[in-house]
């Protein structure tokens, strides 16, 4: 009896643990997919990707700063500039998120291919910041900056 009761209690408990694992992951194919910074983040690259300029401009803040290592650009120049880019594939590693009451900072390393509109990206990865802010009903990226290769 105690050998059924113990083999219950193992099936009962695998069941329980391996409950976590029947959804698959939840992909983020654009930045209303998302649910934290990260995800955030991997919506906006794969809207650029995908040239989904509308999603994009949709979680672009009407006081958008974009700043490079060639100046600081304001929403229209920023996502012009953001626009002459053909993302082939990108990467994401050492993502880091911090929230604060209606704010996300996320910092994190990316390698882009393809080009910038005329020129091939590096292959070196860069440095990235963006940060999102709860507005309304929705979040939107109220700065991004590039600070160079990692």
């Known amino acids: 009896m105690r050998r059924v009761g113990a083999i ?6 695998a ?4 409950g976590c694992t029947v959804y ?22 794969r809207d650029i990707q995908q040239q989904n300029w509308k999603d994009l401009e949709h979680h672009i803040a009407g006081n958008f700063v974009y700043v490079t290592p060639a100046g600081r650009l304001e ?7 953001i ?4 993302v082939t ?8 998120t911090e929230m604060n009451n209606d704010a996300f900072v996320v910092t994190y390393t990316i390698t882009l291919r393809g080009s910038d ?9 860069q440095r990235r910041m963006t940060v999102w802010q709860k507005q309304k009903a929705s979040w939107v990226a109220i700065a991004h900056s590039v600070i160079g290769p990692s």
Do not use: C, Y
């Open 8 to 13: 219950v209690f193992a099936m009962g408990l």
């Open 75 to 81: 929403r229209e120049a920023a996502l012009a500039e």
């Open 15 to 18: 069941l329980i643990l391996s």
């Open 89 to 96: 594939d990108f990467s994401m590693g050492d993502v880091t």
């Open 24 to 45: 698959g992951e939840h992909p983020v194919m654009t930045i209303a997919d998302a649910t934290g910074g990260a995800g955030f983040e991997h919506g906006l690259w």
């Open 83 to 86: 626009e002459k880019m053909r």
């Open 117 to 125: 509109g005329s020129n091939a990206f590096s292959n070196q990865p």
